[in-house]
C-alpha cells in the first residue's frame, strides 16, 4: 500500500493535461487521475480499475433519483440528472459564435434512449451511460491522464464477456427500497463483498473522486 499526498502545486500541470486532452474536457477529476496514475506508475507498468462498477451494478445517486420516480422517467428527466448545471447556465460558458455547440438536448442520448426502449427502467439508464458517460468521459479521462505516464489501465468490470451477464441481472438484485423512502445500488456486489470485508466499509457513503 503507498500513500501519496496531492498538494495545491498540481494545479501547475493543468496547462499540460489540457494540451494532452486536445479538446474541451470538463471533469475535473482529471487532476487527480493524473496524480494517482503518477503514483501507481512509481511502483507498477499496470493496473486494474474499478471504472464500469457503478454502471454495471447501479451505483450512482443518480439512479437512485431516477428509481424514485417511475412518473418521471423521461429522457428530459434522464439529462437534467447528468447535468452539473442548467442549460441556460452553462450556455453562459461559451461565447456566443459558439454557443449552437451546447445544444440543450443532445441527440446521442435521445438515440439511445429511444434504443432501450422496453428494457427495465434500471438497465435502460446503465445502458445509455454505457454508450455515453463511460467513454465520452470515464474512459477518455482515465486513458489520457495514465498515458501521459505510461501506464496501463485495465478495467475487468467492462469485459464483453463479465457485462454481457451483468446486463441480464434483475434491477431488483442490484437496486431497491431498502427502507421507507430510501433507496439503494449495487447490492448485489455488496453482498459479495461483505464476504471479506467489514459492513463499515461496504455500507460506507459513497464518494466520488472529485
Excluded: C
Amino acid at each position: 500500500h503507498h500513500v501519496g499526498v496531492v498538494r495545491p502545486d498540481i494545479l501547475e500541470i493543468l496547462p499540460e493535461l489540457v494540451r494532452q486532452y486536445g479538446e474541451p474536457f470538463g471533469d475535473s477529476s482529471a487532476l487527480p487521475t493524473f496524480a494517482v496514475a503518477r503514483l501507481a506508475r512509481e511502483h507498477v507498468p499496470m493496473v486494474l480499475s474499478g471504472d464500469g462498477g457503478d454502471e454495471a451494478f447501479g451505483g450512482y445517486q443518480a439512479y437512485i433519483h431516477w428509481m424514485e420516480r417511475p412518473d418521471l422517467q423521461t429522457i428530459d428527466r434522464w439529462t437534467s440528472l447528468m447535468q452539473y448545471l442548467p442549460h441556460d447556465w452553462r450556455i453562459r460558458l461559451w461565447r456566443e459564435e459558439y454557443r449552437h455547440v451546447a445544444q440543450e438536448h443532445q441527440e446521442t442520448f435521445t438515440q439511445e434512449f429511444q434504443r432501450t426502449e422496453g428494457q427495465s427502467p434500471l438497465h435502460r439508464v446503465q445502458e445509455i451511460d454505457r454508450k455515453t458517460y463511460l467513454p465520452f468521459a470515464i474512459l477518455t479521462k482515465v486513458d489520457i491522464a495514465s498515458m501521459m505516464h505510461g501506464l496501463e489501465v485495465r478495467t475487468p468490470f467492462l469485459d464483453v464477456q463479465v457485462w454481457d451477464v451483468i446486463s441480464r441481472i434483475p434491477e431488483s438484485m442490484n437496486m431497491r427500497e431498502v427502507a421507507k423512502e430510501r433507496w439503494e445500488g449495487k447490492l448485489l456486489l455488496k453482498r459479495l463483498l461483505a464476504r471479506w470485508y467489514p459492513s463499515e466499509l461496504v455500507h460506507r457513503r459513497k464518494t466520488g473522486f472529485g
